[in-house]
């Protein structure tokens, strides 16, 4: 059976090392993506976690850097914590960043997802939030505002 996969693509008025700091920057995710901060030293092989910024101790999704080729190409695995090392309910993430004419073009693949779970319904609804609110930031200094109030989880 094959896996599910989502795709979003976004074009931002930035440059490629904006877009790359804004994934890679706890400092800037927390801004953009429910109060959470990507949390790694970006180097392959290396451990990777999304977690509440104000309270580290609360972990939403965890992986290995798969890839990292700065600032055009981040892949990294993704599952919640109670699922890591289940290679069934682990799923990857490409990040694509390119130039295209005077912007970036910012492609996520999320791929090899489990049918009919929880994790691909959330992301389907989850992604487009967050890219979008990572575009404003981007373009604008301010993220959306439904993006910046602490949640348990993001809405699904």
């Known amino acids: 059976m094959t896996k599910p996969k989502f795709v979003y ?24 993506w429910w109060r959470r901060a990507n949390v790694s030293d970006w180097k392959v092989g290396s451990a990777w976690k999304h977690q509440d910024y104000d309270d580290p101790r609360l972990v939403d999704i965890v992986g290995q850097v798969v890839e990292s080729n700065p600032p055009h190409r981040l892949v990294v695995t993704w599952a919640r914590p109670v699922d890591a090392g ?5 799923s990857r993430v490409t990040y694509q960043i390119e130039p295209y004419a005077d912007v970036v073009r910012l492609t996520v693949m999320h791929e090899e997802l489990e049918p009919d779970s929880d994790m691909l319904r959330g992301i389907t609804s989850g992604w487009p939030a967050v890219l979008s609110s990572l575009k404003t930031f981007l373009e604008t200094g301010k993220p959306m505002s439904t993006m910046t109030q602490r949640r348990d989880r993001p809405p699904e």
């Open 9 to 32: 693509v976004t074009y931002i008025a930035t440059t490629r090392e904006r877009v790359w700091k804004a994934l890679t920057d706890s400092e800037m995710t927390k801004e953009y």
């Open 86 to 90: 289940n290679a069934a309910k682990t």
